[in-house]
């Protein structure tokens, strides 16, 4: 399985500034070159690490979760890593080894390692390796509701999970699913969408989910409200709630991409 993994860098003077880059009231789409330098983050309690913060909570468009691609170096990583006692996440690694520690159990990490940490967990990661690594960290609010559990913290692989072929498209779109759509406990998905080429979502999906798209492999045309965008490895949309998306993969290879979506609560009507 491919990943895409962001280099940094910064383009050279020669390059165009134009780009596919925008910003819209319904949609937001962040190349992959937009991923330099220049653009990266730090943060307190972490050794030799930058990310680059792909989504935020923003008032008046996507309100739910942030999402950022972190880079460690060898030797660095956190014993700290979360400040806020109640946020959920989700680690997906797409590059190098970590070893991730939760509540005194260690697990070797490798491209294709899923984690889900629910809010309180005490863990910890760390960079054994000689080489970088890289991974994605999905954060959320989570959501508690009387009579539901804190679903537990568990660690596996896309690997070792089969995908769910959508219904009439033999193939040619599945989803890999880590958690069961029945389950109530969890109050987001994180799960990887594949298409094969000329594979299609052949409507618009318009719904009250927000979400985060991150292309982890292949490219396609993806409509976003209004607009046909061409997206490739690396790039990330980021999608209000309602707003319209369908897309058509055009190959050569296979289109991927990581989604973020929150489910499973009722709308909040008051703020």
Wanted: charge should be negative.
């Amino acid at each position: 399985m491919t990943y895409y993994v962001p280099k940094g860098g910064l383009p050279p003077q020669t390059a165009l500034t134009t780009d596919r880059a925008r910003f819209t009231e319904a949609y937001a789409v962040i190349p992959a070159r937009t991923l330099s330098d220049i653009t990266s983050s730090y943060l307190p309690g972490w050794d030799g690490m930058r990310m680059w913060v792909l989504a935020r909570p923003l008032s008046g468009f996507a309100e739910t979760f942030s999402q950022y691609v972190v880079e460690v170096s060898p030797g660095g990583g956190s014993d700290h890593p979360e400040a806020d006692p109640g946020a959920e996440a989700v680690l997906f690694v797409v590059d190098g080894a970590l070893a991730l520690t939760v509540d005194g159990a260690e697990h070797a990490l490798e491209p294709g390692s899923y984690a889900f940490l629910p809010p309180g967990t005490d863990w910890t990661l760390r960079n054994n390796g000689a080489g970088t690594a890289a991974f994605h960290w999905i954060r959320k609010a989570y959501h508690r509701v009387e009579g539901l559990d804190v679903p537990p913290a568990f660690v596996t692989r896309e690997q070792d999970v089969a995908p769910l072929e959508m219904p009439g498209t033999d193939g040619a779109w599945s989803t890999t699913r880590f958690v069961d759509l029945a389950d109530l406990r969890h109050d987001m998905h994180v799960n990887i969408v594949n298409f094969q080429p000329g594979g299609a979502i052949p409507f618009p999906e318009t719904h009250v989910m927000e979400h985060g798209l991150y292309v982890l492999e292949g490219k396609a045309v993806y409509l976003l409200n209004q607009d046909w965008v061409e997206v490739e490895a690396g790039d990330f949309m980021w999608l209000r709630a309602f707003c319209p998306q369908a897309c058509y993969a055009g190959g050569p290879g296979p289109f991927r991409y990581l989604l973020y979506k929150d489910v499973n609560r009722h709308v909040e009507l008051r703020v």
